[in-house]
């Protein structure tokens, strides 16, 4: 036992998990079809793949009552790290277990004991080499820019993240907001080349030190900026900042962090921005899909002593209840607020906003196990069957991206930022 | 099967392994000791959460068939290789585990077959159709089911074929020893049975079908626990409700709630005392005006209606808590009223106020929100695993089965058992004097089960939990009050004359489908007896009862867990 490791710390929470499956669910399905709660379980299907089987062979790892495995470490990389688990665990037993925590900090261990999956390692690689987790040169990654000169010393600075930045179908809507903004006079800065990798990926595969040290790289450019506000168009970046940058012990003091969708909505209802109809969607309906990252995972973290102390005879007491994450305060309403402003009707899939489905795209499980992921986002999309709507719309370029590539029949998926950025014009009264 | 593994653990022989592969698929057959980890996590009475919670036997290997003729293969692959078998839903808890050292287990989480017959009021399940699935399809035809206390997640083909199977609902969705229709079964020799009218190729409607009902023969009131084969599709009776559709939430993570329906009330009745409580359940159930009558100890309707543990404890040292939550108000019903039209609802309401007072109850303030909690809790069972939260420890008492006559009588030895214990300083953790839940079952007999809570981290409270448990049986044995409802393994044969001959009848079931004994488990009956051991059990009772002994048992029962 290391009382310094992530798993030890977490081990006696680990060890009260009673095994009741609750994990797998959201806590109130609408229908069997949709019950699920965890991507990784449905792959899966031993109980391995779940959190509670998760958290099992962490302690079997702890405990010594198993040794690593492929099959243990294919398992793993089966999970996405969506959160699900952690917020069905939580309706009733809240402080006791936690399992998004348990699964961080068995990620941990696992690289800490060298047994990191290849893939995963090949991951951290290209990450170290270039700044992204697909290897694309770092000369590339400001080509959606072009031509836009950014503020060297700006209020704002824009973070737009290593899947949009390469993705070359979305250069012309971030060349269009960026161009919005500078037309109301905002004048955001903007790292160029030098944006490297928020962090969220080598956290969620276990790289803690490694996450860390890309997280005290961006600080410090943001420090170095002198911009007082970041606005990321990353759903992982936004997650990062807000939940996990707080516990690396980062001075974030005086930075205001903002998604996309929070900005801009700010920027229309201080009339900076006008949003008009949407060209191709005014007076549609369309399906929602709460990103995990965007949503439960943006639920701020507060780096305070999460110690458990007895009280009454032996009941778990949390020393600060109210630092406890119960999948509250994460960005649900922003994005559905734009899609209203534009004349678009939003249909609620069965599991939304805090119980939403995880598409598959996140935790290197795309990168790791392709098959897991597509039957993740073949999963989510069925969903659009209980609906009116045969679009369903992301704020997350991943999400969008890896939803879209495997849609069937007459469903499409469109990114939230392509609809937005047609949309999006300066008000005259632009500051 | 003869090579050990590092831990002494018995391993797969290739041979059978390859003949799975054939029934299953590679894919979905595994003895990968990481994979099957959590096939063998013991969470039963006095496991201390620690690697104690792994259990001592673990399955030689875990099998995940998606059809009745694959599972009918493995156990026939089983009984040719000399194996045994467990078959495994949902797996709460440690009611999964393997109990031999030869045991494949059965993961039945591939067979999720589902399908509502709303005309017919009923639903043709797999063993992993969970309840929460199961009442969100049926909620769409305007009916529901019965949900255990093991909560949503768990397999109502499994508590309907082999595990008691009650739950809070119980007045107007029976319980699922009650609520199982047709059925299909693999016994432990691999053959593929038919039972009810599902026997005749007539659908699932019934469970007698042609010959004897069987249905006793195959699981009595607690169920074989999986020491009969397995059951992989079954009937399963659903029961109308007053809405139609999907059931609406509010509130936020962990505190959910929902809006009561139209023509629905949800009132928490506090009597003078037991006497007066029973002489109204009475008046109530005689005139069938509560669609559900729960009774929860105070101090576990302070954990529903709290978000966390911290915030009970805090609410519980400010005195703040609501009155259902308070200690002194155990003699109570939470009543939920659901009708069907306004006139209806107005009879049902009023008749229900006049027997309370008539009675010298009263009725509890609660806020809207408490009273949605309550409502949501009722109506999915959401939070009845949420007596795990306090300290990760319980376990049961027994679940008497009996008139309401003895409603004081249940509640006295409840008391007898935990007031020491759960008051400040004593070995259990604070709770109510006694830590009873009852609920009338279809408006008839009395079920009330005695939680026992203690801190699973400490020795002594291990040992006073386990010590309750025990005294709980003696007590049963001296001053009987109903059937005892987990009377299981030799704690029947040790009941013995109390119960009849039940346990040597439910042997020669065993015995007859089960001759090898391959289909292990240790909650029903121990096979193959001999005659004058059955008969000399019973005479170990008073030794049993006895205190002096009880507490040996129990400080064992703290070091080694069960």
Not at chain 1, 207 to 214: F, G, K, P, V, W
Not at chain 1, 243 to 264: A, C, K, N, V
Not at chain 1, 339 to 356: A, D, F, H, K, P
Request: proline residues 5%.
């Amino acid at each position: 036992m290391n009382a310094n490791s992530p798993l030890d710390q977490r081990l006696a929470f680990m060890d009260r998990c009673t095994r009741c499956s609750q994990c797998k669910f959201v806590p109130v399905p609408k229908s069997r079809e949709h019950a699920s709660a965890c991507p990784s379980m449905d792959y899966v299907e031993y109980h391995a793949g779940s959190a509670s089987g998760q958290l099992i062979m962490a302690s079997g790892i702890a405990h010594g009552e198993i040794s690593y495995t492929p099959s243990l470490l294919e398992t793993v990389s089966a999970c996405t790290m969506c959160g699900a688990c952690d917020t069905a665990c939580k309706i009733n037993f809240a402080e006791l277990v936690e399992p998004l925590e348990g699964l961080y900090a068995f990620r941990a261990r696992i690289v800490e004991d060298g047994q990191s999956p290849k893939r995963h390692r090949e991951v951290m690689d290209k990450i170290a080499a270039t700044g992204n987790s697909q290897g694309q040169p770092r000369a590339g990654r400001a080509t959606w820019a072009a031509g836009i000169s950014f503020d060297s010393a700006p209020k704002v600075l824009l973070h737009v993240g290593s899947v949009l930045s390469y993705d070359t179908n979305k250069h012309a809507s971030l060349r269009l907001i960026a161009e919005t903004l500078q037309k109301a006079g905002l004048c955001p800065g903007y790292l160029g080349e030098d944006e490297g990798s928020c962090g969220m990926l080598a956290w969620d595969l276990g790289y803690h030190h490694m996450a860390r040290s890309l997280a005290q790289t961006f600080m410090a450019q943001v420090r170095a900026s002198g911009a007082k506000t970041v606005v990321t168009f990353s759903s992982s970046a936004i997650s990062a900042y807000r939940s996990i940058y707080p516990r690396m012990g980062l001075d974030l003091s005086g930075i205001r962090f903002l998604h996309f969708t929070e900005y801009l909505l700010e920027l229309v209802e201080t009339s900076t921005l006008a949003l008009g109809a949407a060209p191709t969607y005014d007076g549609k309906t369309v399906a929602f899909h709460d990103t995990c990252k965007l949503g439960r995972l943006t639920e701020p973290y507060q780096e305070t002593d999460r110690a458990l102390q007895k009280e009454m005879g032996g009941i778990y007491v949390s020393r600060t209840p109210q630092a406890i994450h119960f999948s509250q305060n994460g960005i649900y309403e922003a994005p559905r607020a734009l899609l209203r402003l534009m004349g678009i009707t939003v249909e609620e899939l069965e599991r939304n906003r805090q119980y939403s489905y995880c598409c598959g795209a996140q935790g290197g499980v795309k990168e790791t196990l392709p098959a897991a992921a597509k039957m993740a986002a073949r999963n989510r999309l069925d969903e659009l069957n209980e609906t009116e709507s045969s679009t369903m719309v992301s704020a997350c370029g991943n999400c969008a991206h890896h939803l879209g590539k495997h849609a069937r029949d007459a469903f499409t998926v469109v990114d939230l930022i392509d609809i937005v950025a047609t949309s999006l014009t300066a008000t005259k009264g632009g500051k | 099967m003869s090579a050990k593994t590092d831990k002494g653990r018995l391993t797969l022989d290739p041979e059978v392994r390859i003949e799975l592969e054939n029934i299953l698929g590679a894919r979905n057959i595994t003895d990968d000791p990481a994979l099957m980890s959590g096939y063998a996590w013991n969470t039963g009475v006095g496991k201390i959460a620690s690697s104690d919670k792994f259990a001592a036997l673990w399955p030689i290997a875990v099998a995940l068939p998606a059809t009745v003729e694959e599972v009918a293969a493995i156990v026939k692959c089983c009984k040719r290789h000399g194996l045994s078998f467990r078959p495994h839903s949902t797996g709460y808890g440690s009611m999964g585990c393997v109990t031999s050292p030869d045991s494949i287990c059965i993961d039945l989480r591939r067979m999720k077959h589902l399908e509502i017959l709303p005309e017919d009021r009923m639903a043709v399940i797999g063993p992993y159709a969970t309840a929460n699935q199961l009442q969100a399809e049926a909620r769409k035809h305007g009916l529901t089911c019965h949900v255990v206390g093991a909560g949503p997640s768990h397999s109502p083909l499994a508590s309907a074929t082999s595990l008691i199977g009650v739950g809070i609902t119980s007045q107007f969705t029976s319980a699922n020893m009650r609520n199982m229709l047709a059925w299909e079964w693999v016994t432990p020799e691999g053959d593929i049975i038919r039972g009810g009218s599902a026997a005749s190729g007539l659908g699932w409607y019934a469970s007698d079908g042609p010959g004897p009902g069987t249905r006793g023969l195959l699981r009595g009131f607690f169920g074989a626990g999986g020491g009969l084969g397995v059951f992989t599709r079954i009937g399963i009776k659903l029961y109308p409700i007053n809405q139609k559709g999907k059931m609406e939430v509010i509130g936020k993570v962990p505190q959910l709630r929902s809006k009561l329906p139209p023509h629905t009330a949800l009132l928490h009745a506090i009597f003078p005392d037991y006497e007066a409580q029973r002489a109204a359940t009475f008046d109530l159930l005689q005139d069938d005006v509560c669609t559900v009558l729960l009774r929860m100890p105070p101090d576990h309707i302070g954990w529903t209606l709290t978000r966390t543990n911290a915030e009970f404890v805090q609410r519980t040292k400010d005195k703040t808590l609501p009155e259902p939550a308070i200690l002194d108000n155990g003699a109570s019903w939470t009543i939920l009223i659901a009708s069907r039209s306004e006139a209806e609802h107005r009879w049902r309401s009023e008749t229900v106020r006049a027997i309370v007072a008539s009675h010298n109850g009263r009725f509890a303030e609660m806020t809207q929100e408490e009273e949605e909690v309550l409502y949501h809790n009722l109506a999915t069972s959401q939070y009845v695993p949420r007596v795990l939260r306090a300290s990760g420890g319980i376990t049961t008492s027994f679940g008497v089965l009996d008139s309401f006559h003895f409603l004081p009588q249940a509640i006295e030895m409840g008391e007898k058992v935990l007031a020491k214990d759960t008051a400040p300083g004593g070995d259990l953790c604070e709770g109510s004097p006694d830590e009873q839940w009852i609920w009338p079952h279809e408006g008839r007999y009395m079920w009330a089960e005695n939680i026992i809570h203690f801190d699973p981290t400490s020795e002594a409270s291990r040992a006073a939990g386990a010590r309750a448990l025990l005294t709980h049986f003696a007590d049963q044995w001296k001053r009987p009050l109903g059937t005892t409802g987990l009377l299981v393994g030799p704690i029947q044969d040790v009941t013995g004359p109390r119960i009849g001959k039940a346990p040597a009848f439910a042997r020669k079931v065993k015995s007859y489908f089960d001759k090898d004994d391959r289909s292990k488990t240790k909650e029903y009956v121990i096979p193959n007896m001999p005659p004058v051991v059955e008969k000399v059990l019973p005479a170990f009772r008073p030794i049993f009862a006895f205190k002096p002994v009880q507490s040996v048992m129990a400080k064992i029962l703290a070091k080694k867990g069960m």
